[in-house]
């Protein structure tokens, strides 16, 4: 049974970019050099409704999460 996309907690890293993917475009890079490199992603919605916007963090699995939550709630 397929996991809520409402609660990208309990979706795996596959489930958690296909669901990013039905609702944005995206494309992410790492930055920074040295021992604390961090993670950019630029996620462009579908929806004209929404902006485009950009997070950065440590974690590229929480980048999306925190995307795909913003998408859903917003």
Known sequence: MPHDA???KG???GEVRA?????AAFESHQEGVGKFPYY???VRPRSKS???FT???PDPTELLREALTHLAHA
Do not use: I, W
Request: proline share 10%; aromatic share 10%; hydrophobic share 30%.
């Open 6 to 8: 409402s609660d990208p």
């Open 11 to 13: 979706l795996t890293y």
């Open 19 to 23: 669901a990013l993917g039905r609702r």
């Open 40 to 42: 950019v992603l630029n």
């Open 50 to 52: 929404y902006e485009p």
């Open 55 to 57: 997070l950065t963090g």
